[in-house]
């Protein structure tokens, strides 16, 4: 049964530290969506990759947030240096986005807690 | 831009009512239309889709129909249970390259015994 596996499922960290956030894609697909989810915000886009390539990651703050694919089976989240406010779920999702048919697959999220 | 408006939370229900979630659109094109469920705890799950006007998606007891004229994608179910408890969003993805999915800000139900 193929799923989202993202990694570690609960994060508490201090401010300041560095936080890295990983993703397993499933296997095949061509999309890798990063969300994170606040009561207050909802659900908001952080970035998004192509073919392992970033198409949008307007919804990150540039100065602390960062996301890569360093091959097709991994994406990762990082943030450095961490802060209160960042605290969230955050969520992967892969897809295999093509004309006619479009999905995205959700993990489980990490809930990260910064204190 | 693209955008999705889902009618305010929460709605509490009780056992074998009916559901109404109403969702609204804005996108040009033809987007795919969704519904994702949020159980508490977990990641979000496709609940079912549509991909062009008057297509009807439905699973679990769940139906939405794409409505264009409406710009619409209501989602319904005749008798609701304990079990469908969840956050419920609408979700749209214009089905050009490049493009990602936009999500409502989900509507939390809450279905009393």
């Known amino acids: 049964d193929a799923r989202v596996t993202q990694t570690p499922r609960h994060k508490v960290t201090e401010m300041g530290q560095e936080v890295t956030m990983r993703c397993q894609p499933i296997?095949?697909?061509?999309?890798v969506f990063w969300y994170r989810q606040t009561m207050m915000q909802g659900l908001e886009l952080l970035a998004y990759?192509?073919?392992?390539?970033?198409?949008?990651d307007s919804g990150m703050p540039k100065d602390r947030f960062s996301a890569e694919m360093p091959d097709a089976t991994l994406a990762t989240l990082k943030i450095q240096p961490s802060e209160p406010r960042d605290s969230a779920v955050y969520f992967c999702a892969s897809g295999l986005v093509r004309q006619g048919s479009t999905e995205a697959f959700f993990g489980q999220g990490t809930r990260l807690t910064v204190v | 831009g693209d955008s999705v408006t889902q009618m305010e939370g929460p709605v509490t229900l009780s056992e074998e009512a009916f559901l109404t979630i109403n969702c609204t659109y804005t996108a040009t094109g033809y987007p795919s239309l969704f519904w994702y469920v949020q159980y508490p705890g977990e990641g979000l799950q496709l609940l079912l889709k549509a991909t062009k006007a008057d297509d009807k998606g439905s699973n679990k007891g769940f139906e939405a129909t794409y409505r264009k004229e409406t710009t619409s994608f209501h989602l319904e179910k005749g008798s609701v249970q304990v079990s469908d408890s969840a956050v419920y969003f609408c979700?749209?993805?214009?089905?050009?390259?490049?493009?990602?999915?936009?999500f409502g800000p989900g509507t939390r139900l809450s279905v009393l015994p």
């Open positions: 990759f192509r073919n392992r390539a970033p198409l949008d």
């Open positions: 296997l095949g697909h061509n999309t």
């Open positions: 979700a749209l993805i214009r089905d050009n390259y490049g493009q990602n999915f936009v």
